[in-house]
């Protein structure tokens, strides 16, 4: 990159406000510290602001606590701008950076709640748990009617696995402020955690009378709807989530309708493009089948990961990985194919197996299976952790276990634990439970087709929630999903069983965050299967 040259105030006309924060926010801090040096003794707070999100990227956090506290203590109503630094930084996976900058700015300004509040929330995205409860207890002490500093607090004992003191407390705190709609739909989701789904709804129908076209409330409120099984309503409540940023750039005017009984769409070209994880779109490829019979003709636009599996997708006429937006009559997110087939015939997609491996690397890969007759259980153990997004890392963190933690499985007689684990998840196999003998055959996998082909020959599948399950379960395969006690709502509440995958059987924890009872049901039902197979 080539650096304009630094000069005295105002910016240089090749250098705008919005190009630094573009560069700062790709995180080319040293490259803008020359540059905005020259500003820092200005009396523009946006160019000292900046600065100082230069210094602490380049990891000089004393110097960038004293600019950003200096301009915090003249605005002490509004956000504290090292809230924007975390964020930036938690963006680019190096929130030690900002932990620094945190920590000395208390030691510029240790009155300053807001401060507490930040690290506070900074160490829950680290995991740091029982420390960032007591600094978010003590920006409470500073500030106790602030209804931020108490949900943040909430939602790190939430991670610590303190369900019912999370809820207590907010609930308590919500008779001082009853109308405060962030409190009311941060309830419902802690009771939708806990199984509580009516109770949830009925605080989300609070938050929402409070705040209508909030577009995370509303999200939240349809997560809830689809984990209470109310389909219809919830995939239209879904649609919310395409108001946050992100989601799709496409124009909201070629959004695919929901189709009704005389909607007609015979030639009409779809595009169906990637949102979120590959599990979704693993999931939602029940519904290209039914888009195809009615006539239209399905585009796939898909991650390279995708593109093989998906070429074998029956009504698939074209898969695209990369390049341009091509032409469409009509766009459509794969999340939002639930949504447009809803009241319909086909309102859960094509039946299982939807999905279809190569026959021929069905056959190459299974070489890889050891040679005896053990039953062969393909294990996966962790995610994707995704640590440059703040939702999708903590949720991961509780989907997620160490390897070790399966370590009974390494006791039960008569199974191969052949290893599916892609991923930062799989050094962990550099250090195995002793008493584990673990396959991998991995390095034959290049994509998410070598990698149905190679499940094809498995006699079972065992995993947390992350996108094996859907393939495997798309596939028919067995499968064991071993899940996290505030699931996720594609499986339900109170159940074992799925109607999205007919041969998938839930093991979920009774209390939050342990995983040891759920290893002991799955090793119970390995030990079973291992018999029969006898």
């Not at 301009?71 to 002490?76: E, V, Y």
């Not at 990698?451 to 379960?473: Q, R, W």
């Amino acid at each position: 990159m080539n650096t304009p040259a630094a000069s005295a105030s105002p910016l240089p006309d090749q250098l705008t406000f919005r190009r630094a924060r573009a560069e700062i926010a790709a995180g080319h801090f040293n490259e803008m510290l020359a540059v905005l040096e020259p500003l820092s003794a200005s009396d523009n707070d946006l160019a000292k602001t900046l600065y100082a999100y230069c210094l602490a990227g380049t990891d000089q956090p004393q110097k960038a606590a004293e600019i950003l506290c200096d301009i915090a203590s003249r605005h002490a109503g509004t956000e504290h701008p090292l809230q924007a630094l975390s964020d930036l930084i938690a963006e680019l996976d190096k929130r030690p950076l900002a932990e620094a900058t945190c920590r000395a700015a208390l030691e510029c300004t240790p009155q300053d709640a807001r401060i507490y509040d930040i690290l506070g929330n900074l160490l829950v995205q680290c995991g740091q748990l029982d420390e960032a409860i007591s600094l978010l207890r003590h920006a409470i002490e500073l500030r106790p009617n602030s209804m931020h500093s108490h949900n943040l607090l909430a939602m790190a004992l939430l991670e610590k696995g303190c369900f019912d003191e999370a809820l207590a407390h907010l609930q308590d705190v919500l008779k001082t402020q009853p109308d405060h709609a962030g409190t009311l739909s941060n309830i419902g989701c802690m009771l939708a955690g806990k199984g509580r789904l009516d109770e949830a709804l009925d605080y989300y129908r609070r938050a929402i009378s409070l705040r209508p076209t909030e577009p995370q409330i509303r999200l939240n409120h349809s997560i809830t709807l689809l984990k209470a099984g109310r389909y219809a309503q919830g995939w239209a409540e879904h649609e919310w989530r395409l108001r946050l940023p992100g989601h799709t750039s496409l124009p909201p005017s070629t959004l695919m309708p929901s189709l009704g009984p005389n909607t007609d769409i015979r030639g009409k070209r779809i595009l169906i493009t990637q949102e979120e994880g590959l599990g979704d779109t693993l999931m939602y490829l029940r519904y290209i089948k039914p888009l195809s019979d009615r006539g239209a003709i399905p585009h796939l636009w898909v991650p390279e990961t995708l593109g093989e599996l998906c070429n074998r997708v029956v009504g698939a006429h074209i898969v695209q990985v990369g390049g341009t937006t091509p032409p469409f009559d009509w766009h459509c997110p794969f999340i939002s194919l639930p949504r447009v087939f809803a009241a319909t015939s086909d309102a859960m997609g094509a039946p299982v197996p939807y999905l279809r491996a190569d026959t021929l690397k069905v056959r190459e890969l299974a070489q890889f299976l050891p040679e005896n007759d053990n039953l062969n259980v393909g294990l996966v153990w962790g995610g994707a952790p995704r640590p440059n997004t703040i939702s999708a890392h903590i949720v991961d963190r509780r989907r997620s276990l160490n390897l070790h933690t399966l370590s009974p499985l390494g006791d039960i007689e008569g199974i191969n634990l052949i290893s599916l684990q892609k991923g930062p998840y799989a050094e962990q196999m550099n250090d195995p439970p002793p008493n584990m003998v673990l396959y991998d055959p991995t390095h034959h996998f290049h994509n998410m087709d070598d990698t149905a082909a190679f499940i094809m020959s498995l006699d079972v599948v065992v995993t947390v929630d992350t996108s094996v399950v859907h393939l495997a379960g798309g596939l028919g395969k067995p499968v064991l999903l071993m899940d996290r006690y505030d699931n996720c709502w594609r499986w339900l509440s109170g159940r074992t069983d799925s109607p999205w995958y007919p041969t998938l059987q839930i093991i979920r924890q009774t209390t939050p965050r342990k995983w040891d009872d759920v290893i002991e049901r799955v090793a119970e039902v390995l030990t079973i299967l291992a018999q029969h197979k006898k």
